[in-house]
């Protein structure tokens, strides 16, 4: 393909990818923004947004504490600001622009997650390209965009990093797919694989297989991978130093952390870019598959024995060493971390909602392989699907990546059939586009897995789907709470984000793994009598008492405490220091303590 030929494919791409991003905007603000008043009980998001906040008012770069949540003086918080920086930098132009904070968040919120969307297309679209030829970018952006836009992780208001990692690892694929022909793309693609690393550890396994493929591509095909090898090598140590530099405090660059970029990641980076650009340019190493071979496992060997005597922390399980309280109480109830498994009983309509494009996908590449003619194309896509679809089985929000990469073979899958039908007049070969269309977009299993949802509930109490917001999502929900003067409130760890979000107080309990203590502080009062309530309320200075009932957490402590202080505030036995105070039937029940006036 020709320069000009090339630029031409980029444009029509660029374009295609826009208008899917503009119609998703559209439909978007037809609904009317809804998100941006209703967070779905999605506390990251909010919390992101609190971390802009902070940021735009003068709190330091290196600086991560989260001050109004947990005990006194905040904790830690384990995301990157390259994150924030972005979305920090539109709210404050569009704050001067429009000379309101609030409106300028607003536009943030909207606009960052657009851009993401519209980025994140358009990689899909070149990795389709790349795979299946110019036929496969068409359906590449129709599976993708309705896909991506039905998993929600680009709807407004998602500050959360998800999306952006999506975005820079299907770039680093698409990159790496077109690096025979651009010299400068395998490059940029290890740039984006150490991006999408700094950005969270989630991405460790995508990060760790395109990798692995680079490598084992090179020891195949010496000559026509070694500098693409060379050239992603030194991209990802490259980034990852500029990264380091960056977003860790030289006062921490002996520390590690294993939940969040650090020393340690660092050093695995570093020396494993620079080992496999070192190894792709040293004659000696490169001159058999045998010595490349060799060489590549003294590197696995060598990175290996560094994180087992340096970094051995961060060879344990992510949360291992959490509280088995916060365990049991907390994190297997939260629903992005079930397992495949754990779905099939609980939730098994959910399933095809997750899991049925991937599979269809996995058993595409299978038929592929056993039929011959497998490509370098073919190595990379699968590699990462089959790890996407493994880590989904794992946990399910791993399966927003292998719906991402189940995309590229579908839609080569459909172009091969829109191609026989445009040839043929048969019935059966038009029938079999509208099924092949049929099986590979997500949101049609969506669909199908809501209807078997709806039967398997039938007979059921139906939910209150009207206006109450039982469940304390909506932000109008929090306005009396905004209203009062700012305080500590004590309130279950879901309410933590959206308190901060909404209002000036401070809160102990939130749904991250670092805030250990604040988490604890609050089952404490919770589960105990109102007796031990009262002594960490009055030990804290706690000046509201936050609760909701309708909420999915308050049920489960209730469950947990039945004779608890919050199960009695549930039962109406509101001990003599407490005043209830706010509107009856509110979503939100708040009361105030006594002595506090």
Known sequence: MGTAETGAAW??????ALLAALLAFVIDAWAGFGQLTDAGGDNDNLLRLVEV???LAGQG????????MGLEGGFVMHWSRLVDAPIAAIAFAASALTGSRPLGEDVAQVLWPALLFWSTLFFTARAARSFGGGGAVLPAILI?????????IYDPGALDHHNAQLMLTMASLALLLEAPSRRWAALLSGLCAALTLAVGMETVPYVATIGVCVALLFVADPGGERAIARNFGLGFAGVAALVFAVTVPPSAWGVAQCDAFSVAQFVVAAIAGVGLAAIAFIEPAAGSWRRRLGSLALLGVVLG??????????LSAPYASLDPRLKELWLDHIDEAQSLFALLVRDPARVAARYATPLVAIVLMARHLRRGGWRRQDSLVAALLVVAFAVGA???RGTTFSIAFAVVPLSAWIAKWRARAETSSSLGVALRLAAVWLVSINPVWTGVAAAASMAFEKGKAVADGGASDRTCQKKASFAPLGGKADTTVLTISNLGAPVLAYSGHRVFAGPYHRNVAGNLLALDAFLGSADDARAI????????VAICPGNVETLILTRKAPQGFLAGLLRGSVPDWLEPIGEKGSPIELYRLKQAG
Not at 144 to 152: H, L
Not at 537 to 544: S, Y
């Open 394 to 396: 794992w946990q399910v």
């Open 144 to 152: 993708g965009a309705a896909g991506y836009y039905f998993i929600g």
């Open 61 to 68: 770069w290196f600086d991560l504490h989260q001050y109004r």
């Open 305 to 314: 024995v560094v994180v087992a005597v340096l970094f051995p922390q961060c």
């Open 53 to 55: 906040r902070d940021l």
């Open 537 to 544: 309320v009055e030990a804290h200075r706690v000046g509201l």
């Open 11 to 16: 444009k029509s791409d660029l374009t295609l």
